[in-house]
């Protein structure tokens, strides 16, 4: 797939994530989040056969998700974007991928929690169509040993196939 960015058109692709890239995911993991899921985290959710996708252009990882599938729903565990390929729209790529993939499953909702203090994220989400429906108290581990509230957002999943839009 080629998307059109600010500069030239850039040629990606999704890649099923497997055990011989983790180490580059922990690795992306570590850098772009402040409390990282841990190799281990990964290498179970591939044990449990959850979704888990690639973003890449040529050998450079722009990004992952993983997502579990529910009855009827589709619940994101994890969304990540490179730090130096964040702000280009490659979250919303993974969004849209997501979407159409939870229909293809026969998903009617996406859902999934994000920490109270990851306002960026929290407006991509909104942007994208999410809605808040909760508040998870104390859900996520914190600095010095505190906890953080996670925001609980939904998707209405329509029949309409969503179109995968260049950043």
Not at 92 to 102: E, F, I, K, Q, Y
Not at 135 to 148: H, L, T
């Amino acid at each position: 797939m080629n998307l059109q960015t600010d500069g030239p058109a850039v040629a990606v692709r999704f890649e099923p994530m497997n055990e011989h890239q983790l180490d580059a995911v922990a690795a992306l993991e570590q850098q772009a989040h402040p409390h990282p899921w841990q190799r281990r985290h990964f290498v179970d959710c591939l044990a449990s056969a959850y979704e888990a996708q690639l973003l890449l252009a040529g050998d450079t990882l722009l990004g992952y998700f993983v997502a579990m599938k529910g009855v009827e729903e589709v619940h994101l565990l994890n969304i990540t974007v490179a730090p130096e390929h964040q702000r280009q729209g490659w979250a919303r790529v993974m969004l849209d991928a997501l979407a159409l993939w939870s229909r293809g499953q026969g998903a009617q909702w996406l859902w999934l929690e994000a920490r109270d203090s990851n306002t960026r994220a929290l407006q991509v989400y909104k942007a994208h169509g999410f809605r808040h429906v909760g508040v998870r108290r104390q859900y996520y581990p914190a600095a010095q040993g505190r906890r953080e509230d996670a925001v609980v957002m939904s998707l209405k999943l329509d029949a309409a196939p969503t179109k995968v839009i260049a950043p």
